[in-house]
DNA sequence: AAGTAAACGAGACGGTACGTCGTGTCTTCCG
DNA sequence: CGGAAGACACGACGTACCGTCTCGTTTACTT
């Protein structure tokens, strides 16, 4: 087991048992076993270190062309809140935003790293409905996919309330029923 | 101008000259040419004393019974738009979620005084237009605010991407043509 | 019992209770209630309030004539050791003798109530030793007077040791059989 | 130059300048351009960082066997008197004094660093002194060196005036001539 | 007896220093 | 010779007292 996997996988667990305001540098290299210079020669500072911790092993967003696009969508939006509700999301998401604000780098690699690659396939996966006319020809996909994900994070952050299955459900039922066009060009 | 005084307003001007992560309570102590102590004496950490200079004018959720449901939904989009688009909650609110985790006692009077009021009230307007069928008996009126809480936030948050006018109506239209329904019960 | 009495019977307790560098004026203030400004409208500071509390019910130096020279001396050479040894001084003294040290005004005051009277005393019964000629003419009083609570005060400051009731006598014998002289003028 | 060395000199640099109670840890550490942690790395207070600070360079106690006993005596009651009528020992000690009434670990330091080594050499030559005939048997050589250490620092403590030499062997002379015994056993 | 002034308790206030902690850089020394 | 160990400069933290300053509220003296 090499540093890097050792730091890491130091840095996850320190981040579950002591959250993410208590996790120090210092205090991961200690842990680790590893000299302090050890993590900054890999990463900058915590947040990045955080943000490469945590990045992997969260849940992808399904695109398998089933045929069915009500299926896909609903297992789209499951997957969206299965991200947000994730334990190391709702540990140092929060955190990992404020830090963020001074780093205009660093938020564009969360960003890059977290969002845009999922947003981009549950994209395609509603672009898919739209084809197969489950939705209409000018349907504002972004919109709904930031409805979708910002019900589902805000619920996690304000109220510690987790969208269950039934609820998600029912939000992407009402979206395909009418969902919200593009503005008119 | 007392010290109380002093202190809130020196909070927010350095606040917004140099972002939440450079304000400090030494600094915003010297800056206010007072004490720490005085600032200790009133709050007891840095995100309880933000939030409180923050909690004030920021814009509220409009209540008013125009007789024209539509229009008041709307207005209370945009409100929420207003909200979390202005630029004390942009530069303070990634922040005090994050330090907020460690004190539950914080978080909750986060939520009481920025969102559970404003929520309260647009459940109201949306209530009236239940009332008035502009929205069906079974509306999950919770479930919209949030959708819509939540898009706002989140491209606020990740893209930075404030919802215009035109965006906010398109989203607003959508709901209203079908919106979530509570569950069967 | 008035403001002042209380104040220093409590300056008196908490430095027998805390020390001197555990005394603080609010402390003091609070235990007497007693507000702050009551101690500082009598006493400029610490030291100040501390050197009065202690200056009192300190032993004197006995000058009775007896007519005997000899054992005059050696009460004195005693009484100078109760003075030096006793636990308002010990306690005091060394704190007392390092705050006044930024403060000329304070300095003489300590000097004059708590050497230059008793030194003085000592002095008479001294010259009333040479008077009778158990001291020769020439003798330097002074000097003899500074060795003496020089040495007990040496020793108990650095050796917590107080000079015992023997070594004063062997002390006095001593300095009796060959006192020094006085600079040939 | 390494940190240590920085911080000593600097010590005694703002010591002689601004005098022992204006000496502040931060201050120095700020003047020395060295972090207040790594004052605190290596002494736990004030006092004990002027205590190590003061230590070096004082003058010490001859020792050499000269053959003149009533030489050697005069030698060491100079030394003495140098030693306490030193510019660091007059602004440090009283304070280090105080100070060091709450630390029973740093007034064995002080004591054994300054007081004990010094005493002890001064005994040698008293030893010698009664070796040779010079002083009787009995004498009580360690309550002269106190009377004679004591009444140089009494009359520096409170009266600011250094023992001048001839005051001094005027002081010996009289030892000499009839020095205080040990008891009878 | 009422009115007024002084002294008082309480404690907020602007400041200064404290001693601790974490950062990110740098050096030392061991395997 | 790469990496652990940790010293280092820096700067914020939250606490404790300082000495000054308002506040009302007793007291106790004057009228």
Not at 27 to 54: C, F, H, M, Q
Not at 103 to 113: A, I, K, M
Request: glycine residues 4%; contains cysteine.
């Amino acid at each position: 087991m090499d540093a890097r996997e050792r730091i890491l996988s130091t840095t996850l667990a320190v981040l579950a048992r002591d959250g993410y305001s208590k996790l120090t540098i210092g205090g991961v290299a200690a842990e680790a076993r590893v000299g302090k210079a050890t993590i900054y020669r890999s990463w900058p500072n915590k947040p990045a270190l955080v943000l490469d911790a945590v990045r992997e092993e969260l849940p992808a967003i399904p695109n398998e062309d089933t045929g069915d696009s009500n299926a896909e969508l609903i297992s789209v939006a499951h997957a969206l809140a299965d991200l947000y509700c994730s334990q190391k999301i709702r540990v140092a998401l929060p955190a990992l935003m404020a830090d963020v604000a001074d780093d205009s780098g660093l938020r564009s690699f969360l960003t890059e790293n977290l969002i845009d690659g999922r947003k981009a396939t549950s994209y395609q996966v509603l672009a898919r409905a739209v084809e197969r006319g489950v939705l209409p020809e000018d349907t504002d996909i972004s919109l709904i996919l930031d409805c979708w994900a910002g019900a589902i994070l805000f619920r996690s952050l304000f109220f510690e309330e987790n969208l269950d299955e039934d609820t998600v459900r029912r939000m992407v039922e009402a979206t395909v029923a009418s969902p919200p066009r593009l503005p008119a060009a």
